[in-house]
């Protein structure tokens, strides 16, 4: 189970650890989006991604007879180098299963921190990380269906609540479903009333049809530029946390996802991942309702992007 | 005459107008530049620019008769646009000299607002606006020899008083010697203690000289990346306020405000004009002294850059 007071205790153990990211507020972007912008910064984080708190919150917890053969996970880039983060600080090896179309920038960041990173078809990532699992004896450390890694994500909720207490509504990139997971279950424990959304990439709506078969299913991946969030299939664990208590996940079109690259850094002057700007996609898109005396949270949870994409993307 | 009381006369003008960007904590760049770093995000500002404060102070000033044959300025770009913003805002004609080869995306946002623009050769921009001036019976609206626009950009020191009042070091570029006029009278006025620096580009350093010689002399312009502080000659009304007020002005080398550029974009995920990056290229030069646990405002001046030139930074 995922409870607030377990987020309150990744909250005590992660701080000697990650950054207290900014609540910024960017004024420039309130006459495009309708509404009072912010946007937690968590591109400015440590391995400049939220995904060190999961990461962290879940390797600290494991025994040193759990991590003698190593850890092993798969991710889109951003898990993989909070793992990584983690194997280095408690000396353990790490391998990265991730996909061979991930950005430059990512395999880099997790090759830097001494981890073995092993390429593959983004459809098998789950599969060939098991196999790995196994073969080493080493533990695995999931990217989102997990309580101890929602926990961990769950703490920028906490943070955001101390940053802007009177928040009215807060956008949140979804992919598996760890981090709307945490940061629903932090915020709603706090104020039941703020509105908590998600946003998921509309080529790869595993939320959307889930929720209408009323279980997870698999979904085509299509090809969104919004690399940090290509799941094909809601977490058990997550999907019924997401149900419960996220207002509502919102699938964005892919024009909308690359006119927030253009907005948020040309407007915005904030250098974020395309999965960060399809926040403010979702409004763009018009699905998102806001009000122009409504406070808003764009939750950008990373910076590790190509600087050539982004400059391609504002061409168009 | 600059006064600590002019300054909360223009906060009280320019409220309606100008944003109150934000003072913002990147906590990612503090192992590089050995201090506690906050950046005050005018990059952020309405325009892109501190420059609307000081253009706004001063034609809000005007009046009717003064400004009835229109605006001229010289400027290398964003003060351009600040009084661009003003003329159309008061429904007043205005004119541009700016250097052929300022950034693109300034000279179109000029155009944007409905001002013209004259294209000369950089050091001739003063000898042709005062030209225009005469021959339109123009008003014109210096953009930092004028105590109106110091005191217009004093303001963004006021809100950095309030926003973060135990700052320990503010680092502000330098061209002609506006805005750090206008930001040491509002810092030392309100606390004597807090220490003012200035960075200016190496390739034109009209202020270091010019403290040599004990008055305002006329530098040879280099060809630096830095072209918001491409001015020749500090201001006779800046340079004794500089003198007395600022307690150091530092000259950058050309390296080091490119090492700056990809640092605050790479590492801090924000976008901003060499300019304004100069400012961490003085640390990162070692002629800043900073301290581990000392809180250092970066004054990041602008936002208008073109995306190319950043691109071709980041792959030095």
Redesign the interface.
Known sequence: MLTLSAIYEAQKRLAPYV????V?????LDEVLHCQVYVK?E????I?AFKIRGALNKALQLSPETLKNGIVTASSGNHGRGVAFAGKLLGVPVTVVMPEHAPEVKKAAIRDLGAEIVLCEKSQRFVIADRITKEKGACFIHPFDDYDVMAGQGTAGLEMMEQLPEVDKIVVPVGGGGLVSGIATAVKGIRDSVRVYGAEPALCDRYTESFKKKEPVLVPVGDTIADGTMTARPGDKNFPIVRDKVDRVIPVEERFIHQAVKLL?QE?????EPSSSMTLGAVLQGTLPVAEDEKVIFFLSG?NVD??M??KV?KE
């Open positions: 950054y207290r990211t900014p910024i507020r960017i004024q420039a910064a591109n400015m984080q440590r400049h850094l915005g002057k904030i250098l974020a910076g600087l050539s982004i400059e504002c």
